[in-house]
């Protein structure tokens, strides 16, 4: 905890905690994916899934436990990549005094310059997400504990899936830019793989992309139903 | 050719400054770009004008006084090429140019386009050297440098300190000219001994300046007339990474 202070302490510092809380984000997407992907296996299959998330461990963990430990780590991450993010970014906005009447694009992507308002994007999709299909606050048909209901009457409407497809393309914009940044945040620069530090950037920010959009379109078009 | 130019005029560090339109009717393709300003002083100087402040020393793109924005390019069009090296060829009968200084709260402006980049200095003063007695000069070979090491502190330290990477960045951070100088320091023998307690020195000394925070945009690296690249930046994050997690005593106090 003392180094994790040390760390926040320092610009570099912060950035490095972005970049960990930054990859513990992602593994949970990949996961999430993942899991989502069991949509296709069907209702059975799904609802065991998040019946499993629930009930890990159990009776050794409470019913739950191990889902809301899961949470909490999620959580702390959030806010600590939030927090890092924000601050850094006053005082980077501080740095500049004054803008130039002209200017020329150099940096390396579009990705690099939307990941702040890419990420407020992403928060803001996080909250709904979470009433949408976790407490079901803002479904138009949830049943408690049918997952597999929940989530195909919800992307029975294309506005929905619409909806969830602008927010994953700026997820992947998020991670596009994300997953190169965090060789260099983490000093895991090296002349002999650099090179492919782009295309796995690509590679995985695409793969998340499309493998979330499967089973919402596939609901969609009513192949999944 | 003829050219107009838009150039940032300023009479002192807390005045408000504007853009004077000035016609450069007798430029040739030949000149410099700091030629090319010379040129257009002269006639200032004869109308009773006050000339425009700008810096230079070497012009011959190795010492970093040089520098301004030019049509939103650091240092203008040319990549890796420095305000002195850039020459009228890189324009067009008829241009306009808009020649602005750095902006960066750290870099005030001093006069039209000059700025104190003393920050770069005081990130110097806080690491950016070895406390080693000189003696005379060791021989040749004396200590052994593995070839790729040696190039790479010497592409690190082909820095000349200019700013353009901090004009450049959207968040006015130097971080690629702090980590040219911790690379370049970090990659040779004699960087050894104070290499963490540098990088952690040089960052703060950069952070308390005002520069802003790295995002890995990359403009600095385009920016740059030396071609320094973002990898010695990853460097330096790694070097503080462990540096803090090394969590020596002596740094405890921090
Ligand atoms: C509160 C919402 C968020 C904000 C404001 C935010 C903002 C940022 C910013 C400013 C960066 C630094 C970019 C850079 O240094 O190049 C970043 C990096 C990153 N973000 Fe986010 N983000 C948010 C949410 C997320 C989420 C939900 C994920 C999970 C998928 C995520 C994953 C990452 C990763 C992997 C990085 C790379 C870390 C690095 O720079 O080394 N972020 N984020
Ligand atoms: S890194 Fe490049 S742009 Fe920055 S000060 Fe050094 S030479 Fe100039
Ligand atoms: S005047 Fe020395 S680098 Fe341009």
Redesign the interface.
Known sequence: MR?VA??Y????????LMALSGLILFGFIVGHMVGNLKVLSGPESFNAYAEFLRDFGYPLIPHEGFLWVFRIVLLGAVLLHAASAFQ?WG??????????????????SYA??T?RWGGVILALFVVYHILHLTTGTVHVDFVAGDVYHNYVVAFQSPIILGFYAVAQAALCFHLY?GL??V???????H?KY?PLRRPVAVVLALGIFVGFLIPPVLVATGVVS | MKLKLHIWRQSAPDVRGGFETIAADNVSAHMSFLEMLDVVNEGLIAEGKEPVAFDHDCREGICGTCGMMINGNPHGPWEGTSACQLHMRAFQDGDEIWIEPWRARAFPVLKDLVVDRSAFDRIIQAGGYVSIRTGSAPDANAVPIGKEWADEAFDAAACIGCGACVAACPNASAMLFTAAKVTQLARLPQGQPERYERVLSMVDTHDSEGFGNCTNHGACQNACPKGISVDYIAQLNRDLFKATLMDRPDEAAV
């Open positions: 180094r040390k760390l302490q320092s610009s570099v510092g912060k950035k490095i850094l005082t980077s906005r501080s740095a500049r005094s004054g803008m130039y009447r002209k200017t020329v694009d150099l940096s390396f690099s310059r990941m830019h190169w940044s060789t260099q945040t983490l000093g895991a620069s002349p650099n």
